[in-house]
Every structure is written in structure tokens, then in C-alpha cells.
């Protein structure tokens, strides 16, 4: 069957389902496929940590009713280590800004009923998407749903929200994307627990075993990560393992992590990846698919929101004939991107335990980690990189500076 649309998505993650409603918002059709079904799609326990900005957005598209109800404004992390346990208070020290603790299964609900009550196309559980003509100026979008029927969609754009793992981006020919990438030697087993969290806000613990992080989801559900070897056995981890680990780098005098029945468990490698430029003619690549961190600076999910402000804007000038956002937008994204990277990479390297590392290199995790709580210009620097920078909703120059918005 063919069909017509002025975008076609890919993915219905975070980033394909937001891009799809700011569209709608500025009267621009689209069709957004996605591989899994939607049961699927709002069960998957991913991120759980909303910047400042990312809330601003979600509000701005009126998508924030029940995050302003039920999210956990949060004004702080602590940082554990050496047996001691600090508080950086990120209101303090950025002026007031927060993080919001509202995880990921909970925005992909959000907008999913909001796209399906204002009518748009969401075809969840395709199969053998591809795309083509990517350099022509009708890109073709083609899938078979869930029917069977195979569809070509003539698009004036394809937005590949796609993943890490998508089509999208290998559908770029070779040549085209500059890219980088870091394997890091170890992975998180994340646990989502029925037990209220012992903790007001997030612990992020360096510990001789390995890094550990407390979240949270409710006030009666709690998220733990663990870090493991990438080849570990999830076998290997029977529930009380888990948490009799969780409890030992998380030790503290006086202080007792509440266990409870485990809801979920997975392992989750962790990578960082650049590819630039996030544009190939009318294939404009978003989260994901253009980007990965590793999960310690909490990043992901906000990048992804962050690609599709910008991009949003530039496709609708794009369908009026204004090229130049559409040019700018490689570029825009991937300042942020690369703060983003930096600083993921910055808090990993100094919690986590280096397989096959000295004495040394835990001496200078220390030193950074006393630093970091000890100087309120370091302590700065880690709450405006973690509250995040303000999200642009156009492709113009930032300028890096706390509170410039
Ligand atoms: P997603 O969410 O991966 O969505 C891509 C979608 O595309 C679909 N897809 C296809 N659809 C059609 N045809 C195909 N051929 C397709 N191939 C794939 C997939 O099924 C999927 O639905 O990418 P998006 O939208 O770019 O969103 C990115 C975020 O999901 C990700 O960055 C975050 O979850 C990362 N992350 C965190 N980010 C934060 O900002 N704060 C956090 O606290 C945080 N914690 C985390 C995280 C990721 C984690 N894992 C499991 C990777 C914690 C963990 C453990
Ligand atoms: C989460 O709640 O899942 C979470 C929080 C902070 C991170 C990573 C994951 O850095």
C-alpha cells in the first residue's frame, strides 16, 4: 500500500514519540513505526532522571500533568566514598535548579496516550522496516504492520529515533558518519524493587567491589544499580546476592537499605558513541541512534528529548523552505551531545572500579571524589553538568554559561 506523510519516524522511544507531538503541534503529519508493541515500549525500564530543561520542555508541549503530579523534585545527589557519604546540593549552588525524578516507562506512557487521543499515526509490533531515496527529496519510509501489509510512505523527511540498534543509521552510506566509541569493562545489573527507598535522594557509591547507585522510582519503589562484569551471568545473581552486595557498598554507620520483593532485573552494558554528522539529505538521525553515554550522568533520555526540540522546529521550517535550521541542526545537537559524553564519561571513570587497575588510579578516584565535594567550584561544576543546560528550541550558537537561558 502506498501512502503519503510529511515525516516519517522510526522508533518509538522517548525521542520518535516527542518529535511526533511537537510536529502535531506545529500542524506537521507524520507516521512513526516502531518494532515492538506497545505493552512493550511502556514496560522497558530504562532512565529515571529528568534535567531541569527536559521538564521545561514537556511542560511547554503540555505533556506534563501527571509528571508535575507524581514526579520527585530533587535539589541534590550524594556522592559516598571512603566511608563517608556528602551531599551536593544542586540548588545551592546552581540558584535553585533541580532534577525531577520521573522514569522513562512513565514519559513513553505520557506521550503515547497523548498521541493516540489527538489521533496521530502510531503503528506499534512493524516488521523489516526500511528506508531509501534518503538523498532525493522523497525519502521512502516501508514496513509491514502488524497485519502483514507491506506500506511505502513517501515522506518529505525520515527522523531515524530508531536506537542504538536501529536501521537508520546504517542505512547512511559508508564514508558519511565520522565515529567514536569507548567500550567500558564493566556493565550495571539494575534491580526494580517493591520496598520504599532508603534514601531521600540518589547515592552514587565508589566502592573496592564496584560502583552501586540507589534510585528511586515512587515513594514506595526503588531502582538499584550494581556494577558487574559485561560478561556477568544474571543467573549468577539470585535476589539475595544482590542485595546482600547493594548492602555492603552502600555501608554506612546507622544507615539500613530496606530490601524487598525484586520486580525486574537486566544488565546493561555501558558504551559511549558519537556519530556525526546527525543528518544524511532528508534522513535527520535523533537520540540514540546518533548518540549512547553510559547511564552515570544520567544523560540519555535528556539528549534524546534535547535532539528533538531542536529538530522539530528545523523540519517544519524544512517543509517551508527554509533550509538553515535543517543545516544548523547537526551541529546544535552535538555541542550538547559532546558536553554530555564529557561528562558521563567524568563521573563513570571516577566511580566505577577498573578491572586489572592499581592502587594508584583508586587513589586518584579518591582525590577526585574529595575534590569534587570539598571545592564548591568542583561541586559547581558536577550540578550544572547533572541539572543540565538549558534546552535550545532552535539551532542557534549556546553560550556554556550557568544560568544563561
Ligand atoms: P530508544 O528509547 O532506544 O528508542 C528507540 C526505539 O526504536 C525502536 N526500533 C525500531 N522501530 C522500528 N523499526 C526498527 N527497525 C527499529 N529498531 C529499533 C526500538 O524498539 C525503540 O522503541 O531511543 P531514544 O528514543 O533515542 O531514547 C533514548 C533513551 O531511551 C536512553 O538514552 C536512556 O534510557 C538512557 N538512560 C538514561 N538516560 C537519562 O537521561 N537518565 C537516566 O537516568 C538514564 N538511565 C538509561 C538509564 C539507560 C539504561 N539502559 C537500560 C540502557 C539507565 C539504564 C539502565
Ligand atoms: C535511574 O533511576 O534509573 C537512574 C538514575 C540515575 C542514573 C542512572 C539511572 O545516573
Known amino acids: 500500500m502506498r501512502t503519503r506523510t510529511q515525516i516519517g519516524i522510526v522508533g518509538g522511544g522517548p525521542a520518535g514519540l516527542l518529535l511526533s507531538h511537537l510536529l502535531a503541534l506545529r500542524g506537521v503529519d507524520s507516521v512513526l513505526v516502531e518494532i515492538r508493541s506497545r505493552d512493550y515500549c511502556e514496560a522497558r525500564q530504562r532512565a529515571g532522571v529528568l534535567e531541569d530543561g527536559s521538564v521545561a520542555l514537556l511542560r511547554s508541549a503540555d505533556l506534563a500533568d501527571r509528571l508535575d503530579r507524581q514526579g520527585l523534585v530533587h535539589g541534590g545527589i550524594y556522592l559516598q566514598f571512603d566511608g563517608q557519604r556528602r ?8 540558584g535553585g535548579r533541580t532534577v525531577t525524578v520521573y522514569a522513562q516507562t512513565e514519559v513513553v506512557k505520557d506521550l503515547i496516550a497523548r498521541r493516540l487521543t489527538d489521533g496521530g499515526a502510531l503503528e506499534f509490533s512493524v516488521t523489516d522496516t526500511e528506508v531509501a531515496d534518503l538523498d532525493s527529496d522523497r525519502p521512502l519510509l516501508r514496513y509491514t504492520d502488524a497485519s502483514g501489509d507491506r506500506h511505502e510512505v513517501a515522506c518529505d523527511a525520515i527522523a531515524g529515533c530508531d536506537g542504538f540498534h536501529g536501521i537508520c543509521r546504517p542505512a547512511i552510506p559508508p564514508g558519511v558518519l565520522t565515529t ?6 564493566y556493565a550495571w545489573l539494575g534491580i526494580l524493587a517493591d520496598v520504599p ?3 531521600d535522594e540518589l547515592i552514587y557509591a565508589h566502592h573496592r567491589n564496584g560502583f552501586a547507585l540507589h534510585s ?3 515513594p514506595s519503589t ?3 544499580y550494581l556494577q558487574v562484569s559485561p560478561d556477568e551471568d544474571i543467573g549468577q545473581w539470585p535476589d539475595g546476592r544482590i542485595w546482600a552486595e547493594l548492602a555492603s557498598r552502600f555501608k554506612l554507620p546507622g544507615w539500613t537499605l530496606q530490601q524487598g520483593p525484586v520486580l525486574d532485573k537486566s544488565i546493561t552494558p555501558m558504551r559511549s558513541f558519537v ?6 539529505g532528508r534522513l535527520f538521525l535523533a537520540g540514540d541512534a546518533a548518540h549512547i553515554v553510559p547511564p552515570t550522568g544520567a544523560k540519555g533520555l535528556n539528549l534524546a528529548l534535547a535532539d528533538v526540540a531542536v529538530l522539530a522546529p528545523a523540519l517544519d ?3 517551508h523552505g527554509d533550509e538553515q535550521p535543517a543545516a544548523a541542526y547537526s551541529a546544535a545537537c552535538l555541542e550538547r551531545v559532546w558536553r554530555s559524553t564529557h561528562f558521563s564519561w567524568w563521573m563513570t571513570t571516577m566511580l566505577h572500579n577498573t578491572p586489572g587497575t592499581d592502587e594508584m588510579a583508586t587513589q586518584l578516584q579518591l582525590s577526585q571524589l574529595r575534590y569534587t565535594v570539598g571545592s564548591r567550584a568542583a561541586a559547581t561544576s558536577l550540578a ?3 541539572t543540565g543546560f538549558p534546552v535550545q528550541l532552535s539551532a542557534e550558537p549556546r553560550r556554556w554559561v550557568s544560568g544563561a537561558r
Open 216 to 218: 528511586l522510582r515512587s
Open 87 to 94: 551531599h551536593v546540593d544542586f540548588r545551592d549552588l546552581t
Open 384 to 386: 550544572e553538568n547533572y
Open 180 to 185: 567514536w566509541e569507548r567500550d567500558y569493562p
Open 317 to 319: 521550517a524544512l517543509l
Open 197 to 199: 527507598p532508603s534514601t
Open 275 to 280: 556519530s556525526a554528522p546527525m543528518r544524511y
Open 222 to 224: 526503588s531502582r538499584l
